[in-house]
């Protein structure tokens, strides 16, 4: 099978630095890969952006997540590195990633949400984190997986008119949540009818998944 990169973006309070970031409106967060986290040693390092440490800080004392933290450098006027210790009650992913035999490759908030750049031996994994967000009432969104993010840039098997109704389909929110634009809105756009805007859309989708997620010797029907 082959192995999968993908993003996505997760949203729950409890999520470790979401109470700091929040905070400190001013801040980012942004995990350090190159510092060789061990997570049973219970310490982990953010580079953080801030115009107002102290504030930050005060974020830091008052989030649930974080039982303990400590600035190690500061690398800029309003960036340093920070170590800090989960508490019981944060919520990680990076274990639910590592048992799916997966890495995480890049982690940043996204005001009070996180995205994640994550790269799995198989799709499954993928799976495996859907449910354990699912689970702990987390909000997760797949942003791009392999081929998604250039979707403008290579055929995936679609047809032109597929193509052009996904492009559409984005452009005017209609893959929004919630919804910007109804499948009325984007077979107007198309000049077309809304059942063959649906069957554009229905049939481009598979072929992306196709594409992406399955073998290439899997086949199936159109």
Known sequence: MADIKAVVRVKHPDIVLTGAVCHDESSKAKSVSEAGTDPTSGKFFYQIESSDFSQFEEG????????????????????????????DESKILSP???????????MEN??????????MSERAGLARLWDYAQQNDIEIELLRVNEYASLGNTDAGLTDSQREALLVAVDTGYFEEPRDATLSDVAADLGISQPAASGLLRRGIKRLIISSLMDNSTTTRE
């Open 60 to 87: 830091l004392r008052n989030d649930t997540t974080i039982s303990e933290f400590e600035q190690v450098i500061e690398t800029r006027d309003d960036e340093a590195i920070y170590s800090v210790a989960y508490t």
């Open 96 to 106: 639910v990633i590592s048992t799916a035999n997966g890495v995480i490759l890049d």
């Open 110 to 119: 996204d005001g009070d949400a996180w995205i994640l750049t994550v790269w």
